[in-house]
């Protein structure tokens, strides 16, 4: 298996722009997560989704932060507009089920606003 | 709450000694399960090992051991004869099974820096 794909690698973008950032999961994985790593703040988890449904976007900083799950193999994050604070790297992760909660990360989205 | 806490920040060693990294965790939950990855400095975070709340049994991958004590709510991880491959950040993290919502909290992580 491929793992979880993320894309792009790398993003730098001007203040205000959206950004959005994709990630295809390990085929079968029923759960599909969204973290954010910084210095300050370490991992934190955004969001999740169980079976393409979101569970819980409590983490979710703020309006400007969204994200979909339309089919089992796809998810999207999006930042509009984005502002430097929200320069992080950003990792998007799969797990296959309850009983395997041990989440398998994808390479990770640098972004970068300026 | 889930709470995962890594003291050392960062480590140095010589290359083939022992390292040992805390971790202490918090959770309310009697089923639950506890993770160790790394995270060397490309970047991407791999996955080590899971223990369930209900198997105290150490584990010993290779250079690679793990001891779970309920008793201490720890969960200790040590790198035997460590090599410069090693040098990574490692994160423990935690997650509460009850909910079946597989989410994980992670601490802050150790920085491991192996010197040759």
């Not at chain 1, 001007?14 to 999961?25: A, D, F, N, S």
């Not at chain 2, 959770?27 to 160790?36: A, E, K």
């Amino acid at each position: 298996d491929a793992g979880v794909i993320q894309s792009p690698r790398h993003e730098v973008t001007e203040m205000g722009q959206e950004v959005t950032l994709r990630c295809k999961p390990i085929s079968g994985h029923d759960y599909l997560f969204w973290y954010r790593q910084t210095m300050m703040r370490g991992l934190e988890l955004l969001i999740y989704f169980n079976n393409n449904v979101p569970i819980d976007d409590s983490g979710m900083p703020e309006d400007r932060f969204s994200a979909k799950m339309p089919n089992a193999s796809f998810s999207t994050l999006k930042i509009q507009p984005s502002e430097p604070r929200d320069s992080a790297v950003y990792f998007c992760a799969s797990s296959l089920a309850t009983a395997f909660p041990e989440a398998f990360f994808g390479q990770g989205t640098r972004l970068t606003v300026v | 709450a889930q709470k995962v806490t890594q003291a050392q920040t960062e480590i140095s060693v010589v290359e083939k000694e022992d390292v040992t990294l805390d971790c202490v965790y918090e959770t309310r939950d009697t089923t639950y399960y506890l993770f160790w990855y790394k995270q060397p400095p490309s970047g991407e975070l791999v996955f080590l090992i899971r223990r369930n709340s209900f198997d105290e049994q150490n584990e010993i991958s290779g250079r690679y051991s793990w001891n779970f004590q309920k008793s201490t709510s720890s969960f200790n991880f040590t790198i035997t004869a460590s090599q410069v491959v090693d040098s990574a950040v490692y994160f423990c993290a935690l997650s509460e099974a009850s909910y079946g919502n597989n989410r994980l909290a992670f601490g802050k992580g150790n920085q491991v820096v192996v010197i040759p």
